[in-house]
């Protein structure tokens, strides 16, 4: 085996006398590439320090990636922000009855987005948005239809399984029929978002009349029977406990353990302005960059570990890096709204591929633009940038 650079940090750390001994025998065994297992991931939780648990994590990133932090070139429609569900957490949604106060975007407005893309290197459209009444699966379908009819190379990533659950009740069709209907019309991957905190207690609480965890993790099995990649999210630093995150990443580790189908985990840290939960403090930087050192030695195997900066911010993205996470996801061109709307200090999110390698760059890592399913693309390591590029707004 290689010794990576960090390896002597890991060593140095477990030869430790004050070091816990819990701590020791989980870090000895995600030396041996063993599984560590809920109660450890409990432990980790409770008893880990920031240095200990990025010194670790950093290792697993390293040993996976090396220094390659991946992003791509995206945009996202959010074809409505009216929603029948009520979650609690929510800044974004407007209820159908209030709906002149959101939006709703027609299938040619939709298409004017994809058309300003002309010409333009995205590789990527990202779909999400709210559960409307009226938007249905043959309205999605025809709008896949025509994205790929107008540009057959852009990968359509969309609909989270809440909207999915949704819509193929709606159209009286199994999730499989479903999900055959959609890929069939071009929908070739899908986001992680709906997953929330998947444990029925604090479901109950944030988010109770939406699609439950089997119901959510069913949805990505038909995905991945087909041989469709998805994510999957976990929104952090709410009501939830160390243990409901340990029950979270296991369902999600168990279901990889199956098929196989996960590409990333991305958890969501949870931003508390202009929803009902917003007498709930946000989490702390520190607390933030443990979550994800400790998602990064749980689930083993998912490829990658996620930050979305448009909603961690710029400047704890970056920290991020050193705590297991790998990829920064994409530019975005200012095309959501889900974060700003609930507080996120990126207003208006939106980084040209400069900024975004900069960005990598200046935390000592190795900037590689990716598609949707990890192919790389192309590697910014000794890429030059103009200070135009660099100052682009
Ligand atoms: O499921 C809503 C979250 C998600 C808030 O797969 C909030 O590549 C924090 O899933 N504070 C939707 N989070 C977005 C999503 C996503 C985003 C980027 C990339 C990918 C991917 C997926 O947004 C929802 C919910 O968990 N969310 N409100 C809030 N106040
Ligand atoms: Fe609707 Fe999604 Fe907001 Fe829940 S998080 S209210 S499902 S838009």
Known sequence: MTMRQDYPAVQTLLQQAALDTDLKNIAEKILRQERITPADGLTLF????????????NHVRERMHGDKTYFNRNFHIEPTNVCVFTCHFCSYSRLYKNREDGWELSIDQMMDI??????QPVTEVHIVGGVHPKMQLDFFVEL???????????????FTAVELDYMFRKAKVSVDEGMRILNEAGLQSMPGG???????????????????????LAIHRAAHNRGMVTNATML???????????????????????????NT????KFRNKGNDMSDIPESSIVEDLKLYAVAR???DNFPHLKAYWPMLGRNTAQLTLSFGVNDLDGTIDDTTKIYSMAGAEEQNPSMNTAQLAHLIKQAGRKPVERDTVYHEIKDYTDVVFSDEELLAK
């Open 114 to 119: 994809v058309k300003s893309y002309d010409g």
């Open 194 to 216: 709906g997953a929330e905190i998947f444990h029925p207690d604090v479901r109950a609480k944030i988010c109770h009349d939406k699609v439950d965890a089997d119901g959510w």
């Open 46 to 57: 409770e008893k880990g320090d920031i240095g200990f648990l990025g010194a670790l994590a």
């Open 297 to 299: 030695l749980y689930m």
């Open 144 to 158: 896949i239809k025509q994205i790929k009819a107008h540009r057959p190379d852009l990968h359509v990533k969309g």
């Open 265 to 268: 985990f991305i958890p969501l």
């Open 236 to 262: 952090y630093g709410h009501i939830e406990s160390y243990e409901h995150r340990i029950d979270h990443m296991e369902r999600l580790r168990q279901l990889q353990d199956e098929t196989h189908g996960f």
